[in-house]
């Protein structure tokens, strides 16, 4: 038997919040581990202009109406907020849902949402990356209770800062987004709980050498730092050409986006026969990408057959 988690990121655009609050509780009904949603202010994926929900609102909206799920963010933007606010939002939507907030955070990568709203996007990517180091450990830090000063800090200013209440549970989970081999695994290495990645198998694999070697380095045990994968969106039907023919349909609705090439399509078997590699890498928490219209039929049965056919795998 294979231990496996399975999580969800609902994507925020072109929705109404009846449809993304009855996707939510499906999710919660078939015992899936995680909910996520985009923190974009923007669409990220077809016509950027067409309608998406601001995804820290959306969150707290989902703590409200689910139980056992924990939540996050896939992956907060880091330029969008200053970490301390992102810890008191944490810690907030911890004791909404009962403690179960996890801190997803990124560098962010989409220029033209920082653009429109005015965001420093910062110079670089690496640039972007300095503030991340420096927010996570931030974050980390404020979320255990500790008191936080940054006069020589690279980007942020912080002065004697603490903060009440502590989340309800001891440690939040903090994942962090990216596979920049000299930068943000360094970041991973150094701070996060759970690493989030997409990519082949053989894309993994090198990844995860990568990140054990900055494990060395740092002195972190690189088995603190759960592996996840996004497994990109799952469509299963009882036959391959319904699955492609359904796959078509949503990506169209989402502002004729391109559809992903190499995708978990097809049948419950053939949806577990793509898992299976990134299973025997390691990576046993898998994130699928659910775009509106929500597809029920895939969501129950990624959860109810797949599973089943993996773990008795």
């Known amino acids: ?30 015992g899936y581990d995680h909910l996520w949603t985009w923190d974009h202010l923007y669409a990220p994926t077809g016509d950027p202009y067409q309608p998406v929900f601001e995804g820290a609102t959306l969150l707290a909206a989902l703590a409200a109406i689910t139980e056992h799920v924990e939540l996050g963010l896939f992956v907060g933007a880091n330029t969008f907020r200053n970490p301390g606010l992102v810890a008191k939002a944490a810690a907030t939507l911890d004791h909404v849902s009962g403690g179960r907030a996890i801190v997803g955070l990124g560098a962010a990568w989409f220029e033209l949402e920082h653009e429109a709203h005015g965001i420093d996007f910062g110079a670089s990517p690496g640039e972007r990356i300095g503030w991340l180091d420096e927010a996570a450990g931030a974050i980390r830090s404020l979320l255990a209770g500790e008191t936080v000063s940054s006069p020589g800090g690279a980007h942020y200013r912080f002065h004697e800062l603490r903060h009440s209440p502590r989340p309800v549970r001891s440690r939040v989970p903090l994942m962090i987004g990216g596979a920049g081999e000299q930068r943000t695994l360094r970041v991973v290495a150094r701070h996060a709980d759970l690493w989030n990645l997409a990519g082949t198998p053989d894309e993994l694999r090198h990844k995860d050498a990568v990140l054990r070697d900055h494990c060395r380095a740092v002195g972190r045990d ?76 895939s969501m129950t049965r990624l959860a109810t057959e797949v599973r089943g056919l993996v773990e008795r795998g």
Do not use: C
């Open 1 to 30: 038997m294979t231990d496996l988690k399975l999580g969800v990121a609902l994507w925020s655009q072109v929705t109404d919040w009846p449809q993304v609050a009855a996707a939510a509780r499906q999710l919660d009904g078939l």
């Open 222 to 297: 690189e088995r603190e730092i759960e592996r996840t994968v996004g497994m990109g969106t799952p469509i299963i039907r009882d036959s391959r050409a319904e699955a492609e023919r359904v796959h078509a349909q949503i990506f169209e609705h989402n502002g004729r986006a391109k559809t992903w090439e190499r995708q978990p399509i097809g049948t419950p078997e053939d949806v577990a026969e793509f898992i299976a590699p990134y299973l025997e890498l390691g990576y046993r928490h898998l994130i699928a990408g659910f775009p509106s219209p929500y597809d029920e039929e």
